[in-house]
């Protein structure tokens, strides 16, 4: 099975409120990524996690946190959503270095 | 940094033309890249299309080939006889063994739409 898997696939939020979402993957990778993906843009890698290392984008690094309790868990948290925070979340996984890495459908969030 | 160059879309064609979506790169922070082409259809996740981790050769997948080009920083994607099922929206991708992850690199993504 090379199934990512996301949850919720569709997140409405409020400006200001908390967002968290969630990955899993049952493949055993020892990487997991999270991308933001606005319209007409390419996927911007926001953090990944290496085992239990978690490595954030310098420019992103305040706004978004993560926690990987388990092997096949990620989860992605916005502690207080802004309207610019509004986009698809795409979490990935790989196992080894330079591999390809196996997407999960996305959530699309919409914060108003 | 490291930067993924694609033909701007929309790119609309009809079934049975030729394709080429052209992709440059460049790898200022890795020293051996490895070079992809994702692929997301209508409601479905990115997928891999195909990959090539050695300067040189060529991958091909449903079709598809896209030949790594160490001399002009190129992988550009090609089909000689598009389907309508391969209306899609097609990235070209730049990775490595950078920092011992598989980081990528994404262009923009070019939309295909190929006509009955």
């Known amino acids: 099975d090379t199934t990512v898997k996301q949850n919720p696939r569709y997140k409405l939020a409020r400006v200001g409120k908390p967002v968290n979402l969630i990955c899993s993957q049952t493949m055993n990778h020892d990487t997991m990524y999270w991308y933001q993906k606005k319209p007409n843009q390419a996927p911007k890698l926001l953090l990944f996690?290496?085992?239990?290392?978690?490595?954030r984008e310098a420019d992103t690094f305040e706004k978004f946190q993560s926690s990987r309790p388990n092997n096949s868990f990620c989860s992605l948290y916005i502690g207080s959503a802004g309207l610019e925070y509004s986009a698809m979340y795409l979490c990935?996984?790989?196992?080894?270095?330079?591999?390809?890495?196996?997407f999960g459908p996305g959530t699309r969030l919409t914060v108003l | 940094g490291d930067s993924v160059t694609q033909t701007e879309g929309p790119v609309t064609v009809s079934e049975s033309e030729s394709l080429i979506i052209n992709c440059t790169y460049s790898a200022t922070s890795i020293a051996y890249p490895n070079l992809f082409w994702y692929v997301r259809y209508p409601g479905e996740g990115l997928q891999l299309l195909l990959k090539v981790i050695t300067a040189g050769q060529k991958g091909s997948s449903r079709g598809f080939e896209a030949t790594y080009n160490k001399e002009t920083t190129s992988f550009h994607l090609q089909k000689a006889s598009v389907q309508e099922s391969d209306s899609a929206v097609y990235y070209c991708a730049l990775g490595g063994y950078n920092t011992n992850t598989g980081k990528l690199t994404f262009g923009d993504g070019t939309v295909l739409t190929v006509k009955p």
């Open positions: 990935a996984s790989s196992s080894g270095t330079g591999d390809e890495q196996y």
């Open positions: 996690y290496y085992d239990k290392i978690l490595n």
